[in-house]
């Protein structure tokens, strides 16, 4: 095992109630009247992707969609998304987040052992940096070998290419990495780019279909990085079976 690769939201924090909220203080601030429960909010997050996910909800409230205010809808969307993100940015920098249990102590883990640490994910550049600088300081980046995310990989989940990315700019196998997610779309993505995953889920995707995961636990606390050879070795040695 060479590489521990990492999504972030829902895997390295539990950010989507936070995500919900900056969505609804956009909306408001922009003069719509939507409003994102978590019921819907959970049911959106199917769609991979803060533009694509208010683009899909506008689609599905008003079938064909219009310009807004004589702009085109695409800088509507994308006036919306800047709102939310700085809500987002706001939100995370006032201590409203935080990484999950086992997040931090797994990494050191990893580091001290020579294994190479990574972030696959589509979320933007600008979410990540709000989230890792509080959590783990300015210097946050020199954690991370490897951060492949929205700017590099348009295409989102469960689409492989960000790990597929992530992957090359490492120039290692999916076999000698492990991948971290929280939710199907995300599992999906991993073990497309052929990557054994672990799966943390969340409130919001607990009820998603885990079939194929590595393992599925609450969180990572107590997980070690003799547990993930283990688990890793039993299932090739399943697989050679």
Same mark, same amino acid.
């Given at each position: 095992?060479?590489?521990?690769?990492?999504?972030?939201?829902?895997?390295?924090?539990?950010?989507?109630?936070?995500?919900?909220?900056?969505?609804?203080?956009?909306?408001?601030?922009?003069?719509?009247?939507?409003?994102?429960?978590?019921?819907?909010?959970?049911?959106?997050?199917?769609?991979?992707?803060?533009?694509?996910?208010?683009?899909?909800?506008?689609?599905?409230?008003?079938?064909?969609?219009?310009?807004?205010?004589?702009?085109?809808?695409?800088?509507?969307?994308?006036?919306?998304?800047?709102?939310?993100? @700085?809500?987002?940015?706001?939100?995370v920098n006032s201590g409203a987040v935080s990484l999950r249990p086992?997040?931090?102590?797994?990494?050191?883990?990893?580091?001290?052992?020579?294994?190479?640490?990574?972030? @696959?994910?589509?979320?933007?550049?600008?979410?990540?940096?709000?989230?890792?600088?509080?959590?783990?300081?300015?210097?946050?980046?020199?954690?991370?070998?490897?951060?492949?995310?929205?700017?590099?990989?348009?295409?989102?989940?469960?689409?492989?290419?960000?790990?597929?990315?992530?992957?090359?700019?490492?120039?290692?196998?999916?076999?000698?990495?492990?991948?971290?997610?929280?939710?199907?779309?995300?599992?999906?993505?991993?073990?497309?780019?052929?990557?054994?995953?672990?799966?943390?889920?969340?409130?919001?995707?607990?009820?998603?279909?885990?079939?194929?995961?590595?393992?599925?636990?609450?969180?990572?606390?107590?997980?070690?990085?003799?547990?993930?050879?283990?688990?890793?070795?039993?299932?090739?040695?399943?697989?050679?079976?």
């Amino acid at each position: 095992m060479q590489a521990l690769i990492f999504d972030v939201d829902g895997t390295l924090a539990d950010t989507e109630r936070a995500h919900r909220a900056a969505f609804n203080h956009a909306f408001a601030q922009a003069g719509f009247d939507w409003h994102w429960d978590e019921p819907l909010y959970t049911r959106l997050l199917d769609v991979s992707g803060g533009r694509e996910r208010i683009l899909h909800y506008w689609k599905t409230i008003r079938g064909g969609v219009l310009d807004v205010s004589g702009s085109g809808v695409a800088d509507t969307v994308q006036r919306l998304h800047d709102l939310k993100t @700085a809500a987002y940015e706001a939100m995370v920098n006032s201590g409203a987040v935080s990484l999950r249990p086992g997040v931090l102590e797994l990494i050191g883990q990893a580091r001290a052992q020579g294994i190479s640490v990574a972030i @696959a994910t589509t979320t933007s550049p600008v979410n990540i940096a709000a989230l890792l600088r509080r959590a783990m300081g300015a210097d946050w980046r020199l954690n991370f070998s490897v951060i492949a995310d929205a700017s590099t990989a348009p295409v989102k989940k469960p689409h492989p290419q960000v790990y597929l990315q992530a992957l090359a700019a490492m120039n290692l196998p999916a076999a000698a990495c492990l991948a971290f997610e929280d939710s199907a779309n995300g599992l999906r993505a991993a073990t497309g780019a052929g990557l054994a995953t672990i799966v943390t889920p969340t409130r919001f995707t607990g009820h998603h279909d885990f079939s194929g995961a590595l393992r599925v636990l609450l969180d990572l606390g107590g997980v070690g990085i003799g547990a993930l050879r283990e688990w890793r070795a039993a299932q090739r040695a399943g697989a050679a079976a």
